[in-house]
Each structure stands twice: as structure tokens, then as C-alpha cells.
């Protein structure tokens, strides 16, 4: 069973690093925007239209794109003095189980942002500059968020491995 | 159930899914959720767990905080705090004692163009150690100097732990940016001073080392400049009035990007790892303030806010007593949790109270920031030691943390400076208005 | 379901809650908020209280029409504005020289929502306590004046919706959008060269103190919508329903008016005690700007057509009743 689990890890783990790369170009797409946009108003009086929801939008996206490597590193703060005392399969077993719930909680989360984008959807909320609809940025939001659960739910079937393994 | 008693139940809750080792951001969001349901009911529960992760996230203010971590990592990844250290240690280093205030100098320069503690430590970590056990100073006074030089990250501006502070309160985030240069400059003068008395304690600490000429110290200044020049483009552009705080961020780190680029250092190994290291950072960061913002709605509705604002005015204290009681509780916290998770979890509550005490919340920014700062060098969660001790590996974690412990003292006495004379904090920020 | 949350389990006392943006010491909620909480208490002899959350403890300003929909909150209170594209006609009152006060802007804006089913739809799933303007929004300016629309020309402002970046971009402005809590600094140091907005924000951010030029004229409004949750307003009893009736709508919009028409008196008298320089525009020169405006309110027209929407009859009515009511 370990080898399909590990074949679908590689697969999701890949998905990760092709949205890190996206995040890693959307914040090179802001970093240059604003200065541009500053440059621009401060020599010639103009403005780049929608700088504003852009960058709130690239955000966004960015932030939730690298959501799902920023677990592949365990990188989420934890606080582990107590956990990181206990046996080496006890110490599994109860990562294993947290991750568990921080699977659910950010899959329930992932579903409700595509509610949210629904509910927004319907209400036909654009942005305020550019007039572009806000719902699919919401929706890809909501798919980088299943992504992330996913990077953690494989993450927590690795702490399982090991308390298998041991026993 | 009442909606205080779910209150007090969900603070309690918190801390045992920390203590379970449940990240901080997820452990945030179960909380707030659940209690919010209990009060509320759980589909309203729901729309807020739907909607907060977005609108936290979209907020264009947040949106330089990645920015400024981007800035520090691009100047880290290609080698400009490697030449900044052995520049200040050509002029310097020869004195007694002179590495670790070389490398003191050096955080403080790094926390400058740095918004990211994290980042100053691990940067100044990886140059100076190596450099000082070079010339055989002891590994206590070294780790010592590069967690106590971290520590000032937070308060030399840029600091997004200021600038958090000033989203979460409304107060002036130029003003806090600036408010953090004075009370930066007298730390390390403190932590100089430490250095000093230590030297004077243990003279083999510190041995001396050779001296560089005069014409080797003016060409290393060549590789400072990149410092200076980010510093005054991104902190001198919003005084000049080119461009806003917010937008700042993005200045330094469009400034550094070219700087690397220009100057060749930047390939494309070291330009993906200050991507990658930027964007988990901030992610991680994020995270946490959308728990933050669903645990701060369900502590709201709780009235646990209200309640305590009102009991702690019932108390027959005065406000500076009330004062030290909130710093000794934010000291504690320091211990246990990460500034950023403290700042969010807290802030709801402490604000209103401490500026209805009648104290400036800028000023109250900047002590609070240096209370919390204390926790990053002490057990059991003092992030830059484990920074510090990734670095060198050969000395037990507990020794660092004993080593480090006369700067732990030398924050505190700098807090309560900083207490008694408000006008440290203040001075810049009045003479800005 | 939501109705058990939004039927107030909140507390003992069966208070529903209120929740709105703006801070605590803010006139909209020392007087528009708590008036209405009063009042609404004193006609429901107790049996129907609020609690205020102010400053957006529950939710973003953007989120407050949603958080009463959805029940996170009983009632919200916000602008229209923030969520662009939700509210399309209401928006006609965004529109230049729709009105010459906070108090008509409000009375025109809830008699066009009494009048036309299409501006009830747009809040179908809330019942509206009240809707209301802000009084008329004036160009601020530091260093150069503006008296006609050509010296707009060139200059960089600080625009508050998609109405205004129109006809500052027809004018041959640059719109640009800003946090509030950023356009103080903006402005200081030459960021933008002015800003466009109703009066009592410029008290609200201290932006008093900067500016050098203050051009008079309807150039503007921003709306603002209080609106109850369906299962709330379903939970009170009909006799109470009834009393509270008497209260909501025109009652708390001209009330809203009156209190913002007050404030922007105030900021206009510390605008000029800090050195600023009104300009007041003679009819000549207002004809002139409702020419070059009128692009604007004719796209907005067309716009409204495009989508089904009857924006043309609208127009002239909420016109019609702005010079009614002067
Ligand atoms: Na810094
Ligand atoms: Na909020």
C-alpha cells in the first residue's frame, strides 16, 4: 500500500512546487508593479489602473499558492516542547493525529471558500478599478487550499508510517 | 452556557491544542470557529470561515510584509551581509572584544534593511560564528552576541512585527517605523556594554586579532553602500514623500533585486531560494492572521473584551501597576509563543485598555514588541537559539541559552529605561509631526 | 440553522447585534447607531435591544451587508460602495449633483428604494433599516486651486469609487485608490495632489490640516445602507415590528443625513480655521462642470440599460426629487 501512497505524495508534492513557482512570479509581478506605478505618477503624472486591487489580489493568490510547501517544510509554527519529549512512536502518533485534524479543518475551510466565492458570485461584486469579477480568484484560492490539504494529509500518513514501522 | 463562560473555555482550549503541538495558525482557526458556532450558531460559524481567509489575505496594507521579507532575503542570498560584517570587522575587529560588537553592529545594519528577525539571525549567524571561532572566541560569547544583535530586527525599521502592530491598532505606521530607530540604537549600546563587562569578567573570552590597514578598511566600505543606499530609499522615499509606507516594501525589495542583479551576485539558485524562503515565511505568517482574525471575532462576541476592560477600571490599581501586571503576562507569553501570535491574540484586548489607562499606543508598540522580543532568546521557545544552534551544532542547545541569558537582562533593563523615559520612543515620531 | 444563531441565543438579556466599521468614537456610532438602538428600545418598550460592535470586530467593512445576510450578525451597516457591482442602482446617487445635502441625499435615496421594486431586489435577502447618503463630496486640493474642470489636468488624486475615477479621467486627472489611513501621508508630501470626498471624512483622518483648496459643488456621494438579517426581523413580534417600522426607513435616513450634514459643517469651519481657501462656484461655472460630467451619467445610464435594468427612469426620478427636496 506504502508505494501508491508514496506515488500520489510525489504527484501532490510536485503540484506544490508548480504553485510555489507561480507564487514566486506573482511576487515579482507586484514587486515591480508598485515602483513602476511610482516611478510613472512621480515623472509623468500617470497611473497604472487597478495597482490597488492587483496587488490585493496577487496577494492573495501568492500567499495560498506557497501555502502547501510551507508544510512540506513543517514550517508552520508549532509548539513542540512538551510532544518532542516522548517516545519516538508516541511522538508520531499524536502528529499523525494532529495532522489528521488540520486535514479536516483545512479541507472544511477550502469548501467553504468556494461557498464564500458562490455567495459572491451571486452578488456580482467586481473590483473597484478594473471592474474584474472577484469570485474566481476566490475559487483558485479555494483549490490552492485543497492543494495545502492534501501536502498534509501525506504528511500525516508519514507520522502513521512510522509508528507502523516500529511495532 | 454563557457567552463569557465559552470565552474563557476557548482560551483554555487554545493552549492545550498548543500544547499538543497543533500549529498555532490551525489551532487559532479551530477555536474561533467552534466558539463562534457555540455562540452563534455554526452556519454563521461557517460564512466566517468562509469569508475571513480571503478578506485577510486581500488586505493591500498586509501586502508589505512579504515584501520587506523579500528585501532581507535577497540581500542574505547573495552574499551583502557577508561583506557588510567583514567591513565593520576590518575597522573594528582589532579592538578587545571588537568581533562581537562587529558582529552586534552588523545585526543592527542587517535589521535595518531587514524586516524579518528570522532572517537577521540566520544570516548573521552563518557569517560571524565561523569568523569568531576563527579567531578563537568563546562559542557562548559568540551565540550571545548574534541572538542578542537578532533581537533588535523587530525594532530597527523596517519591522513587520511593527507593522502588524500598527494594521491591528490604526495607529500611524510611519510614525512606528520610526519610533523603533532610537530605542534600536540605545539597545545596542547596552548590549555593547554587556559585551564589555563580560570581557572584563573572562578576558580569554575574546582574544585579540590582527588589525587591518587603513587602505584595506576604505576599499571594504565599497560593499556597504548597498546598505546604506536601500536604507535611505526605502525609509528616506516615504519622508521625501515619493511614496507611502505601504509602498515602501516593495521599493527595498525592487532596490535589493536590482542591487544583486547589477552587482552579479544573484543567480538563479540564490533567486529561488529568497523566493521560496519569502513566500513560505509569509505564507506561514498569513496563516496565522487568519486565525488570528476568527479568534479575535469569537473573543469579541464573547465580551470577554468588554468584560475585562470594565473589571480591570474596577480595580483599585494605578494605571502603572497595571502596566507592569500586562508587560509580565506579555514576558510570559514571550515564553511560550511566537510575537506575531501573541500581537493578534492579544491586541483585541490589551489596546483598548492600555491607551483607556491613558498611555500612548505607540509608544506601547514598541515596549510590547521588546517584551515579546525577550521570549525569542529564552527556553523553551526562543526561535533564534534554534536559529543559532542550526548553525553551530556542536554545542548543546542548554548552553546557548545559559549564554545568552545577560542579554535577556540587558532587554529588560533596556524596557525599563524605555518606561521611565517614554521620550526615547517617542522623540522621532513628535519631531515627525 | 441560522435562525436559532440569529435569534438571539447571544445572551441573556436576548440583545441582537449590531455591527458596523467605523470606530468607536465616531459619530456613526455616538449618534446614528446608538440613536437608533435608543429609540428602537424606547418604541419596543424594551423588548427589542441592540448591542453595538463597532470598528468591524465581526467582520471587514466590506463584509458588513454579507454578515447580516448570513446571520453573523442580527443587523450591519456599512457603504455601499466597498463591494462595487452589488448595489447597481442604487448607485445612482453617486452620481454628480444628485443632491444638495446629506438630508435630501438620504430622503431622495429611500423614497427611489419605496418607489422601485428593481432598488428593492438589490437587498432581497436583508430588510433595510434604513439607506442613506453622505453630504456632497468636494474636491481638496493642496498647492493649486481648482475652479474649472481643465485644471484638474494633469493632477493626481485620491478617488473614492469607479463614478469619481470617471469623470477625473475624462478631466484629465489621474484616479488613483488608497487607503484612507494612507492619504493623510499621501497627501502631506505630495503622493497625490488632492482628494475627492464628502467633508466630515476629511475631520475623520485629519486631512483638515493639509489642505489648501477646498472647490464647493455636488460632486459626489457615498451611500450607506443599514440593513436587518430575514430571521432577526422574522423573530421580533408584529406589534413590534410595527413600532419599529415607524422608525426605520425615512425616519433614520433623514436622521442620518442631518447628523452628517451637521459634521461636515464642522469639518468645512476647521477646514478654513487651518488655513484652507473655499471656492464656491458661480452658475456659470457649475454648468460647466455638469457639461463635462454629464459623459458619466450617461455611461452610468447606458450601463443600467445594457443589464436590463431601468437606470434611465431612475435617474430622472431620483433628479426629479433631489430638486423637490432642493
Ligand atoms: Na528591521
Ligand atoms: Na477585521
Keep these: 500500500m506504502w508505494q501508491y501512497i508514496e506515488k500520489a505524495e510525489k504527484v501532490v508534492t510536485a503540484l506544490s512546487k508548480f504553485f510555489l513557482i507561480c507564487a514566486s512570479i506573482i511576487i515579482l509581478f507586484i514587486m515591480a508593479l508598485i515602483p513602476v506605478d511610482i516611478l510613472l505618477r512621480y515623472f509623468f503624472s500617470q497611473s497604472i489602473t487597478g495597482t ?105 500518513l508519514s507520522h502513521f508510517r512510522e509508528v507502523a514501522q516500529k511495532s | 452556557m454563557s457567552p463569557e463562560f465559552i470565552g474563557i473555555m476557548g482560551v483554555v482550549a487554545l493552549l ?168 534600536g540604537i540605545v539597545m545596542m549600546l547596552i548590549f555593547i556594554l554587556v559585551i564589555y563587562l563580560w570581557i572584563a569578567k573572562y578576558p580569554d573570552a575574546a582574544p585579540p586579532t590582527s588589525k587591518s590597514s587603513w587602505s584595506d578598511r576604505f576599499r571594504s566600505l565599497k560593499n556597504v553602500w548597498p546598505f546604506i543606499f536601500l536604507f535611505i530609499v526605502s525609509i528616506g522615499g516615504i519622508y521625501l514623500g515619493i511614496f507611502t509606507p505601504t509602498e515602501a516594501g516593495s521599493v527595498g525589495a525592487f532596490g535589493s533585486f536590482l542591487l544583486a542583479v547589477l552587482t552579479r551576485r544573484l543567480n538563479w539558485s540564490a533567486l529561488g531560494k529568497a523566493l521560496s524562503d519569502t513566500l513560505r515565511l509569509s505564507a506561514m505568517i498569513f496563516l496565522i492572521l487568519i486565525g488570528a482574525e476568527l479568534f479575535s471575532q469569537f473573543l469579541s462576541i464573547s465580551r470577554i473584551p468588554t468584560e475585562l476592560t470594565s473589571f480591570v477600571q474596577q480595580l483599585d490599581w494605578s494605571p502603572i501597576m497595571i502596566l507592569a501586571a500586562i508587560l509580565l503576562v506579555y514576558f510570559l507569553l514571550g515564553l511560550f509563543l511566537e510575537g506575531i501570535a501573541i500581537l493578534v491574540l492579544t491586541l483585541p484586548i490589551v489596546y483598548p485598555l492600555i491607551t483607556s489607562l491613558g498611555f500612548d499606543g505607540l509608544w506601547f508598540g514598541v515596549i510590547m514588541v521588546m517584551v515579546v522580543n525577550i521570549g525569542l532568546i529564552t527556553p523553551p521557545l526562543g526561535i533564534s537559539i534554534y536559529i543559532i544552534s542550526g548553525v553551530v551544532k556542536d554545542i548543546p542547545i542548554e548552553k546557548i541559552f545559559k549564554a545568552v541569558m545577560p542579554m535577556v537582562g540587558a532587554l529588560i533593563i533596556g524596557v525599563i529605561l524605555f518606561t521611565l523615559f517614554p521620550e526615547i520612543i517617542m522623540v522621532l515620531p513628535d519631531l515627525m509631526n | 440553522d441560522i435562525t436559532e444563531g440569529a435569534s438571539g441565543t447571544t445572551n441573556e438579556n436576548n440583545e441582537l447585534i449590531f455591527s458596523h466599521f467605523f470606530p468607536d468614537n465616531h459619530i456613526q456610532e455616538t449618534e446614528l ?60 446617487m453617486e452620481l454628480p449633483f444628485m443632491s444638495g445635502s446629506g438630508t435630501t441625499g438620504s430622503e431622495t435615496l429611500w423614497q427611489l428604494y419605496e418607489e422601485f421594486p428593481e432598488i428593492q431586489d438589490e437587498y432581497d435577502d436583508t430588510v433595510p433599516l434604513w439607506l442613506s447618503t453622505s453630504e456632497p463630496g468636494y474636491i481638496f486640493t493642496r498647492d493649486e486651486p481648482v475652479e474649472r474642470p481643465e485644471d ?134 457649475l454648468e460647466k462642470w455638469e457639461e463635462e460630467m454629464q459623459p458619466v451619467i450617461d455611461d452610468w445610464i447606458n450601463r443600467m440599460e445594457e443589464e436590463g435594468l431601468p437606470g434611465e427612469e431612475v435617474y430622472k426620478r431620483a433628479e426629479e426629487l433631489g430638486d423637490e427636496q432642493g
Aim: hydrophobic share 45%; proline share 4%; aromatic share 10%.
Design chain 2, 16 to 183: 492545550l491544542l498548543f500544547l499538543f503541538k497543533f500549529p498555532v495558525s490551525i489551532a487559532l482557526i479551530i477555536v474561533g470557529v467552534t466558539g463562534f458556532g457555540l455562540i452563534r450558531g455554526f452556519d454563521t460559524a461557517m460564512v466566517q470561515l468562509g469569508s475571513m481567509p480571503f478578506n485577510t489575505v486581500s488586505d493591500y496594507s498586509l501586502s508589505v510584509i512579504p515584501l520587506f521579507i523579500l528585501m532581507g532575503m535577497f540581500l542574505s542570498h547573495s552574499g551583502f551581509g557577508q561583506d557588510l560584517y567583514q567591513s565593520v570587522d576590518k575597522w573594528i575587529g582589532h579592538l578587545k572584544g571588537g568581533m562581537a560588537v562587529t558582529t552586534i553592529g552588523t545585526s543592527s545594519v542587517f535589521a535595518a534593511i531587514s524586516g524579518s528577525v528570522n532572517a537577521t539571525t540566520a544570516t548573521v549567524a552563518r557569517i560571524s560564528i565561523p569568523e569568531m571561532r576563527r579567531y578563537n572566541y568563546s562559542m557562548s560569547l559568540s551565540a550571545a552576541c548574534v541572538a542578542a544583535g537578532g533581537t533588535l530586527g523587530p525594532l530597527i525599521p523596517p519591522s513587520v512585527i511593527l507593522i502588524l502592530y500598527g494594521i491591528l491598532t490604526m495607529e500611524d505606521i510611519g510614525s512606528l517605523l520610526i519610533a523603533g530607530i532610537i530605542p
Design chain 3, 152 to 285: 484638474l489636468e494633469g493632477m493626481i488624486i485620491r478617488s473614492p469609487s469607479p463614478e469619481v475615477n470617471n469623470w477625473l479621467e475624462l478631466m484629465g486627472a489621474t484616479p488613483v485608490s488608497m487607503p484612507m489611513a494612507d492619504t493623510y501621508q499621501a497627501l502631506q508630501q505630495g503622493v497625490v495632489d488632492g482628494t475627492v470626498g464628502p467633508p466630515h471624512t476629511l475631520v475623520d483622518y485629519s486631512l483638515h490640516e493639509l489642505v489648501d483648496y477646498v472647490t464647493v459643488g455636488d460632486f459626489y456621494f457615498t451611500t450607506f445602507f443599514g440593513v436587518m438579517n430575514q430571521d432577526s426581523w422574522n423573530s421580533i413580534d408584529e406589534e413590534d415590528q410595527e413600532a419599529m417600522k415607524k422608525i426605520m426607513g425615512e425616519e433614520t435616513a433623514s436622521t442620518a443625513g442631518e447628523i452628517i450634514d451637521e459634521r461636515s459643517d464642522e469639518a468645512m469651519e476647521a477646514a478654513v480655521e487651518s488655513g484652507a481657501e473655499i471656492i464656491e462656484l458661480n452658475d456659470d461655472q
Design chain 1, 52 to 156: 490597488y486591487e492587483l496587488v490585493e489580489m496577487g496577494t492573495a493568490l501568492m500567499i495560498f499558492f506557497a501555502l502547501a510547501m510551507t508544510h512540506h517544510y513543517r514550517e508552520h509554527i508549532a509548539i513542540g516542547f512538551l510532544v518532542d519529549r516522548l517516545s519516538h512512536r508516541v511522538r508520531n502518533f499524536i502528529e499523525g493525529s494532529v495532522e489528521a485534524v488540520v486535514f479536516i479543518v483545512v479541507i472544511v475551510m477550502g469548501y467553504q471558500l468556494w461557498e464564500h466565492a458562490m455567495r459572491i458570485m451571486n452578488r456580482s461584486i467586481i473590483t473597484t478599478d478594473l471592474g474584474l469579477p472577484l469570485y474566481p480568484f476566490i475559487i483558485i484560492v479555494a483549490g490552492a487550499t485543497f492543494i495545502f490539504a492534501a501536502k498534509v494529509l501525506f504528511n500525516g
Design chain 3, 33 to 92: 447607531v446608538s440613536g437608533f438602538i435608543d429609540e428602537t428600545e424606547e418604541a419596543t418598550e424594551g423588548r427589542v435591544t441592540f448591542s453595538s460592535y463597532s470598528g468591524g470586530q465581526l467582520a471587514d467593512p466590506d463584509g458588513h451587508y454579507e454578515a447580516a445576510a448570513t446571520g453573523v450578525a442580527d443587523a450591519g451597516f456599512s457603504v455601499h460602495s466597498y463591494t462595487p457591482g452589488q448595489f447597481p442602482l442604487t448607485s445612482v
